[in-house]
């Protein structure tokens, strides 16, 4: 398998992890050093993003991605597409639509999650 498409497959598994809000699945791919910075300009930890998912702060409900590129540069993988998302905000149902960097590193553990950055996308 290409290093392109276990990439992929890897950020199949972590939408599924985060729709199903499996715990265990995302902390084995996520990095200890993630950053996630929300469309909103609210910035993550691993442990904060997880918190998040253990409360009920956030849920997703559903994901959606297009125009997804893969540029492998070394031990460092970038994804870069578009996403129409449904989550749960404080209770709150949205609809976000944006677009998305994410960063896999390759480790003596495999590949890891190691930072999310995202766009807004006007209605």
């Known amino acids: 398998m290409s290093v392109e498409k276990e990439i992929l ?31 909103s300009a609210v ?15 956030t849920r997703y409900r559903n994901a959606e991605r297009a125009e997804q590129k893969v540029r492998v540069y070394g ?11 449904q989550v749960e905000l404080a209770g709150q149902p949205k609809s976000i639509k944006l677009r998305f960097l994410v960063v ?4 003596p553990q495999g590949w890891k999650f190691v930072a999310w950055q995202s766009t807004g996308l006007p209605d």
């Open 104 to 107: 896999w590193t390759k480790t």
């Open 43 to 57: 910035i993550d930890s691993k442990a904060s993003y997880l918190a998040a998912l253990r409360t009920g702060k």
């Open 9 to 39: 497959a890897l950020e199949d598994r972590r939408y599924a992890a985060m729709i199903a809000n499996d715990q265990a699945a995302l902390e084995a791919m996520l990095h200890a050093d993630l950053i996630y910075t929300h469309s």
């Open 75 to 85: 031990d460092t993988a970038l994804v870069t597409g578009r996403a129409q998302m």
